[in-house]
């Protein structure tokens, strides 16, 4: 056992005899984050964790109390709200119903709860949160510099007077596409999320109450604007927004903000040069590369919906000295979608972040007209440089020096110069593996003589293993060049540790993948790619995060972005946010699963009932294109249900795409479940099973199931569909399992992997999928990072990094079955390991297991289910002969009279294991012969 579980099973177990008051809620979150800086105050959401340490602890009350100061709280005075004694044994998403909140203010809370004994306990430490700013309640005014050119970059200045100490001092700020802020010479961070500006753009909040003093005091910011992307970014007009707020002990406040009177330099030490002239279509004018269908036509897809003013026809600056050739609409991911960053730094003022920099010879902001834009508080977190690598092999060729940092790594370098003359030109290029030809991108940075020390931090990112530099003079010294490590800030909780040092090597891979391509936003591939977030890399990326990192709002990022641009039709584009004319069927179909999974893991119902009328607009768009005979959907568009390799035919009335559409109705049926509509409930299940027949009488041939209906060779992939939803008749799975079995290693791509996995790990096919993850070794031995496919594609695509979650759900058997897993399953795939381990992190607490194969047909499993939460354990049946259960010495299996035990619930046997149903608690159950 290890140590971490031990030490959990010990804490847990505390309380099996049980006492005293419960003790006070911890890991307080407002709207899903710890103290946020900024919240909307539309719905204000309240969450915390009971930290009960007694088996089958309950909470069956709360009282929240919201003030409008820490020394209110601390006096027992609510002066915002005071919920009173709420029945309820709900501790996730708790609507604020008090007095609306100002914009702008500090505001403290704190709750208690009462345990199943109906005893109150002490309140919880007072925790903060902060109000943000409404549309029409931002005083500051959009600027830039004056200039269109593209790969746009403004230097920012406003020097400000204070009468005296803020108790506290905002600052709101956000840009399209991206700032880098600066308060009295100290970053601050950079943002804001990739966004959209026209639907939901996003802001952030910075408390600099201890970076400010008496006097005088500086902003200070670069703006960046890339400016025109292909199909993978949002094309908006360049823009910085900032407002500061200042409160004083004596009640009185102060504001500023951007406006013509902040000083800007446009001519900055960015290179902005080789521009052309390009015309954007008008709305109606389709986009040659795009697939037709001639449905469209008729409204079946977007092209002909596109109504977003973006597209207006209008002349625009177009680089031309990008990493690619720029192409207008090229292929997927299109090109151009990262510039160059060239900075000469003979050009930087010196010290121009700071109080004491003359910015007298600055020219005046140019404000400009954004009304259009829409800003929300960003909730998902900040992009941050995280570590360093030093690299593991330094070589010299021909004047270029190779340096290799031993993984792939999204970020960017940090290079000191020591030797260069001024005027000289150091140029680095990225590659994803040591022997990549083609890089993924390159930066250039010219010299001003002296030791100088280089990091191209704003702007996109891109990734490496390799950088590979010429025009460094001197010796290059492992002291002078490294890698930063950048992404946005996570609490990695989640762990999985098995038998098979493979599965544990594949699993570390997977999670650092999908951790480190978030770049405010799921960014799956490199730099010169795709530059915003694609729904099926959504899935495969964010279940990584939602498994093993506590509380990340990335996940309810995701479905507000596509929710906000959903299309007039009902249909959602696939890359968001976006230029909208691309769209896959198959991967709109995420969108509901993105929506329930964020529900299940934060309880946030409020999600629920916004997205409701959305989810019910997509279905009808899908509906549109059923056989009625036989159930099937044929929708139009790009078809993918299976891409980056594989073979499984797409399009047509296939199984791939059937099996979602059930999944979505599924979902529909629980999603208006938990809003209480009975009748709407029922509609969609009875839909959800209206598509299961006609899959199971139109696909299935009675030992595997057809990809599509008019394709009859096996495809193991579409078998793997059925499995994964369930939709596979009971005595029907064991033959479908063998038929996969028996087709031998799959020719799989890395899109399908995802669902090719989960069909078999929730069938009990554990032993093939532990054998089949060698295909993985590739990337191991080459870069340490996930690829797009299997031996083909991006060498940093961490849409195959589904590992780093589906280890957890199967082989751990932790999945939640109610929203902020108030109750869960752990039903273990036990299949070709002798023992596995690990924890989910939860809105209730960290979920832990671990189960080991024995001698003699003996098989252990303990597991720690967090406070106010219910499990059901299903052990799985390993001996052959008789057995009994036990759990912590007590008989369970078969039930011995008068054979109580805490906690336990319920134990029952169903199919091929014995069913626990237990509360909270530390349990550790065991197979013995009889």
Known sequence: MSKQLALSLLAASIALEGFGEPAAPVGLLVNGVTQPLAIDRDVTRFTWRSADSQRGARQTAYEILVASSAESLAAGKADWWDSGKVASDRSAS????????????????????????????????????????????????????????????????????????????????????????????????????????????????????????????????????????????????PAFLLEARFDYPDGSSSTMGTDGSWKVLAHTAFIETNTVLFHLPAPNKKRPSAPVDPR????????????????????????????????????????????????????????????????????????????????????????????????????????????????????????????????????????????????????????????????????????????K???????????????????????????????????????EMCERSARQNVQQGFISVDANREQSEWTADCWNIGNVLIYNHAHTMMLDQVVWNYAVEQLPNGNFPACCPAQRSRCIPEWSMYWPMLLWQQYLFSGDSTLLRAMSPRLEAFLNWVKRFQDPATKLIDPPGWRISEYAGGNTPNGGYNTATACQYYENLRIASRVFSVLGEANRSALYLRQAEEVKAGINSNLFNGEFYLARTDRQEMFPLASAWALRFDLVPAEAKAKVLAAILRAGKPNLGG??????????????????????????????????????????????????????????????????????????????????????????????????????????????????????????????????????????????WPPAPQSEDPGVLTVSEEDSAIKCVVGSGAYQFSEVPL
């Open 94 to 237: 708790i609507e604020y119903a008090g007095r609306a909140l100002p914009p702008a203010a500090r505001c403290w809370w704190q709750v208690r709860t009462w345990d199943k004994d109906g005893q109150p306990g002490p309140y919880s430490g007072p925790a903060f949160f902060d109000t943000g700013l409404a549309q029409n309640e931002w005083t500051a005014r959009y600027v830039w510099d004056g200039t269109t050119n593209l790969n746009n970059f403004a230097y920012f200045r406003k020097t400000f007077l204070l009468k005296g100490k803020p108790k506290l001092a905002k600052v709101y700020v956000t840009a399209h596409n991206d700032y880098l802020l600066y308060c009295n010479g100290q970053l601050l961070g950079r943002g804001p999320a990739r966004c959209d500006p026209y639907f939901r753009g996003q802001y952030n909040a910075f408390d600099v109450t201890e970076l400010v003093r008496t006097g005088t005091n500086v902003f200070a910011a670069i703006g960046h604007w890339h400016g025109i992307y292909i199909n993978s970014a949002v094309t908006a007009k």
């Open 296 to 467: 469209l036509e008729s409204g079946g897809a977007q092209p002909s919906d596109l109504d977003d003013p973006q597209w207006a026809s209008r002349t625009v600056v177009v680089r031309t000295d990008y990493h690619t050739t720029f192409t207008p609409f090229g292929g997927a991911g299109g090109a151009g979608n990262r510039a160059a960053i060239q900075f000469d730094s003979r050009l930087e003022p010196a010290g121009w972040q700071g109080v004491g920099f003359d910015d007298s010879g600055w020219a005046s902001a140019t404000v400009v007209d954004r009304s259009d834009y829409h800003w929300f508080a960003q909730m998902a977190p900040a992009e941050n440089e995280q570590a360093e690598l030093k690299p593991i092999d330094i070589a010299s060729t021909n004047g270029t020096w190779e340096v290799n940092f031993g993984r792939c790594i999204d970020g960017w370098p940090k290079l000191t110069m020591r030797a260069n003359y001024p005027g000289d030109a150091v140029r680095v290029q990225y590659f994803q593996t040591p022997d990549e030809r083609k890089p993924a991108g390159w930066d250039q940075y010219i010299c001003h003589g002296g030791t100088e020390t280089w990091k191209p931090d704003i702007g996109r990112h891109t990734s490496f293993q390799l950088i």
């Open 469 to 507: 530099i010429t025009g460094y003079a001197g010796e290059l010294k492992a002291s002078d060049v490294s890698g930063v490590w950048a992404y946005c800030d996570a609490e990695v909780a989640g762990r999985f540790h098995c038998s098979s040092e493979l599965l544990n090597s594949v699993y």
């Open 751 to 892: 899109y399908g992997g995802d669902a090719f996995y989960s069909g078999l790990l929730n069938a009990g096919g554990g032993d093939y999928v532990v054998r089949d993850l060698a295909r993985y070794r590739p990337m191991l031995q080459a870069n340490k990072a996930n690829w797009e496919g299997f031996g083909q594609g991006e060498a940093n695509h961490a849409w195959t990094a589904y590992p780093g979650y589906l280890f957890q759900k199967y082989i751990l058997g932790i999945q939640p079955t109610s929203g902020g897993f108030a109750t869960f399953d752990v039903r273990p795939e036990i299949g070709g390991l002798t023992f596995a381990e690990g924890a989910v992190p939860t809105v209730k607490g960290l979920i832990t297991t671990r189960w080991e194969k024995g001698a003699n047909e003996r098989f252990s499993l303990s597991v720690v289910v967090p406070p106010n939460t219910r499990a059901s354990i299903y052990i799985p049946r390993f001996s052959k002969a008789g057995f009994a259960l036990m759990e912590s010495g007590k008989r369970l």
